[in-house]
């Protein structure tokens, strides 16, 4: 391998860099040519990262995966059955692209999209292709994601596509060709982009030395065109998702928040006559633009997948009426059918009236006798595919299988399969991907890869986005590569010959609009806030009977014994252990109590109960508060001693109980107190005062030595018990303290306080002045407990404030939470 100098500066040796470096024969590297010499436009970055030096560029690439962990990047698998989220698998080095080859890549894509916005027209409009035998009927009408619904009906905007994704790679002659057209919901842009702020932030010097152009105008261009798409000042771009099990949530909601736009899911949404809204805790907000990233066939149950629970009812209708533009159209998804590519390089002419300047590699419908009976003799050759689909039928998950790798039994089953229903398959050649360098324990090393690259429409045309997302194999013999079947990614850098402008999406310092708000709050990330804290308080008082328990179950006098059957009565009472353990050991009470992940009232539940309601609104949390939750998850999921021990169960405890108090704070502290604090302070503050009521009714009228102790300290008030009362505990000054005292953040009357003005904050659904029916309970329990006397309440009256509190509970979720008009409720005092 023949070593470069960097001719523009210093003379720097790259011959380490390169020593090893051996791509495959017959493949055509990026880096070097078949000589083995460096690329020019790659010899700077190559004098750059020598100069460097190894240690240095490992320790910059280790904090490149260190952003992006502490940003919260993350992908799912969907053949992982756990769904769990795996962290994002960055390579290191970029793919560059020179600045001329650019240029004519990015005709060549622009041509394609003109070519298949026109196909797509064509097919929910006159059909002349089929008409005129252009294209088989069998190919759109077979596909399907062929819409019939959407036949006939024109786009609102004018357009079925508005953000298109071409998969690409070159040839062995290093021609660029194209994969697959991507139509349905491009994936991957929020993805480049964070790749980007990765290494541009741990590589600062390369980054504006190499002059690499910024993707900022790109998605500037795109924001100002789907804004413009609105047609009332009120209305609201959404980013539609299908929510957090998705394996590119993450995208969704770093784009939705990049972009400035709303982040919504189809319950989010509703279809009224006059068009889409979204449900706010301020009632219904008009959303005239959604970004979709559902496949079109779950948008709507009521005109299209009757079993999608993801979609919005009636959004077709919406879209016949005019009344929202989606991005992409429903149905665009037509457009990436494998079939296609076989007929798209005959389109051109007719369609555009000139040639594809950028081809697809060579795909053959199988369909069509001519081609079957070609295909049959040349397999070997050949990939064969699903036409419409993404697994090909008959074969599990496989989405494609080479011809020459087949066993003898799949070649003649899959034959078997072409010759019965040819229109089901293509035959594609056989692609030998070029080769990228990767950093791999401590050096360059060629790998396969294909890049993604990004067209958005705008009111001056199509417009590329100067770089992409490569997506990198882990085998250097990898035909395929996906992040689904493992690999990593990396990012596409455009050089320019010109100094480049610094573009980003922030308004410049001198013209930022002042504004304390952050738009409406969609009911469904209200109620999973409010959830989140409600699950959360609940896991601290189950934590605090734990404790109680177990600093007990060491004492063998009888009347703490009576006490901790009070104490493992009320767990039960929680569901927190099996009924089926009345008499056991009160050890294993606890230990039930920490592992039960089958019992609703068990920590583990709780704990993940409180995490998944969080994972629907991640966005909505620090990286500290999320992962907080985490740790709270993972530690209440660890495995425990067995036989469990006092002393590890007391640690668990704590410790989980430190987690739940660093939450809390973090929530507290670093969140804007607005209108989604307040619910998650609802929440909180509302389970607290149903514990509370709770805890006085099992330990105040028990009359067992001992059980005003466990009550001062389930709800935390020993020391000031003890401060203010030099005696041991009393029933009257210990309700008192617990329940009437508005000092005390424990307490009964400073829930209610804090219920009562979080709720005089929150938006008013009617104009007419008077309380709302949340309000109106509110208030009665707070005056009701504020003009009472300790030695008055007994345990009825606990247990119709426990009754009112939960009810008030149900009357904020209808109110505030439901997702239909609702008739006034009223609610009557307590007598």
Known sequence: MAGQRDSASEQVDIEPLLSGYRPPPGTFDEMVDREGRVRAHWQPLLAMLARLGPNELSRRFAAADRHLRDSGVFYRVYEDASGAERPWPLSHMPLLIDGAEWQALKAGLVQRAELLEAVLADAYGPANLVREGRLPAVVIAGNPEFLRPLVGVAPAGGAHLRFYAVDVGRSPGGHWWVLGDRTQAPSGAGYALENRLALSRVMPEVYRGLKVERLAPFFQAFQAELSALNRQDDSRVCVLTPGPMNETYFEHAYLARYLGFLLVEGEDLTVREDGVFIRTVSGLKRAEVLVRRLDADFADPLELNARSRLGVPGLVQAVRDGTVVIANALGSGVAEARALLSFLPALAPTVLGSDLTLPNVATWWLGQTRARDEIVDRLDQMVIASAFLGELPGHGERREVLGAMLEPQERTRILEQIAHRGIDFVAKEAVTLSTTPVWHNGRLEPRPFTLRLFLARTSDGWRVMPGGFVRVAD????????????????????????????????????????????????????????????????????????????????????????????????????????????????????????????????????????????????????????????????????????????????????AALRIIASFSGLAQENMSQLAGWRFLELGRRIERAIATCRFVRQFAFAKLDGALDVLLELADSQITYRLRYVMVPAAAPVVDLVVLDPNNPRSLAYQLSRIETHLAALPQRSGDGRLSPPEQIATALAAQIRTANATALDAPAFLALEEALMKLADLIASTYFTTHERAEVRWEALG
Not at 479 to 495: C, F, I, K, M, P
Not at 622 to 632: G, I
């Open 475 to 654: 085998d250097i013999d990898a035909r395929a590569v996906s992040l689904q079947r493992g690999g990593s990614t990396g990012d596409a850098w455009v050089l320019s010959d010109k100094p480049v402008a610094e573009t980003t999406l922030l308004p410049a310092p001198d013209r930022i609009s002042i504004t304390r708000g952050t738009g409406p709050l969609p009911s469904r990330a209200a109620a999973n806030l409010f959830w989140v804290a409600r699950y959360v308080e609940r896991a601290e008082a189950t934590l605090r009977l734990v404790r109680a328990l177990v600093s007990r179950v060491s004492d063998s006098d009888e009347a703490t014994t009576r006490v901790v059957v009070q104490i493992c009565s009320l767990l039960r009472a929680w569901d927190a252990v099996p009924n089926d353990l009345p008499h056991v050991r009160p050890v294993l009470v606890a230990s039930a109590t920490l592992q039960g992940s089958d019992l609703e009232g068990a920590l583990p539940y709780l704990v993940g109960a409180a995490q998944s309601a969080a994972s629907v609104i991640r966005d909505r949390f620090s990286p500290d508060a999320w992962r907080a939750l985490t740790d709270l998850f993972e530690l209440i999921n660890a495995p425990i001693d067995r036989p469990p021990t006092e002393s590890a169960m007391f640690e668990r405890t704590n």
